[in-house]
């Protein structure tokens, strides 16, 4: 299994909503990423995680709480999301240390909040 | 500071070869990655550079001068489906992706 499976596709919210964004991978990848990408821009990164511990929080809001359950599985739970905040959430997932390490992404979930 | 500069947008004719050039300033450098993305799809990897010098995988190559902080990617026999963006990313020692804005390729019949 060589890929990084995201759920949904897409999703419509309220800027009341709850939601939770799912990603998954069983490559043995110990490091997991959230990106999120804008139309015509490149993709941003958000949050890190290495061996299911946060690495790295690039100053995302707080209203993107992001979970790592266990090395196979990657959550972003979204509560009260702003209309700006629509974008295409791509998660990626990667091999850690030993020099360079590609990251493989997943199709990614498209969010439109309304 | 971080600063990544490629072309915004470039065109080609099928057949024939292209070169997309990025330059980079990061603090920290591990490698340069490379990854093509299609309109609306996820990033696919292409290929990366760690040393100098020129890496060939098919019809892509990719090239690294880490003391000019240049790189350039070669796509040779151009074909309508390598119409998407290719984006730069060198990588940081703390293994953190910088994407470039991308480059947009349009290949024309």
């Known amino acids: 299994d060589t890929e990084v499976t995201q759920t949904p596709k897409h999703l419509v919210m309220g800027m009341t909503n709850k939601k939770s964004l799912k990603c998954e991978q069983h490559?043995?990848?110990?490091?997991m990423y959230w990106y999120k990408q804008k139309a015509k821009k490149p993709p941003e990164l958000m949050f890190v995680?290495?061996?299911?511990?946060?690495?790295i929080n690039e100053s995302v809001p707080s209203r993107f709480s992001p979970e790592c359950p266990n090395s196979s599985l990657l959550n972003l739970h979204l509560h009260a999301l702003q209309p700006e905040d629509s974008a295409l959430y791509l998660c990626?997932?990667?091999?850690?240390?030993?020099?360079?390490?590609?990251?493989?992404f997943g199709p990614g979930t498209r969010l439109t909040v309304l | 500071g971080q600063n990544i500069d490629q072309p915004t947008e470039m065109t080609a004719t099928e057949g024939a070869i292209v070169q997309i050039n990025c330059t980079y300033q990061t603090s920290g450098f591990n490698g340069l990655f490379w990854y093509q993305q299609h309109a609306g799809e996820a990033p696919t990897f292409l290929s990366y550079?760690?040393?100098?010098g020129l890496e060939e995988k098919g019809r892509f190559s990719s090239f690294l001068s880490r003391s000019k902080g240049y790189s350039y990617l070669l796509l040779k026999e151009l074909q309508m489906k390598d119409s998407a963006s290719y984006l730069c990313a060198p990588q940081t020692r703390t293994d953190k992706l910088i994407f470039g804005t991308g480059t947009r390729l349009q290949v024309f019949p």
């Open positions: 550079n760690v040393l100098d």
């Open positions: 990626a997932s990667s091999l850690v240390g030993q020099g360079l390490n590609e990251q493989f």
């Open positions: 490559m043995g990848h110990r490091a």
């Open positions: 995680y290495s061996y299911e511990k946060l690495s």
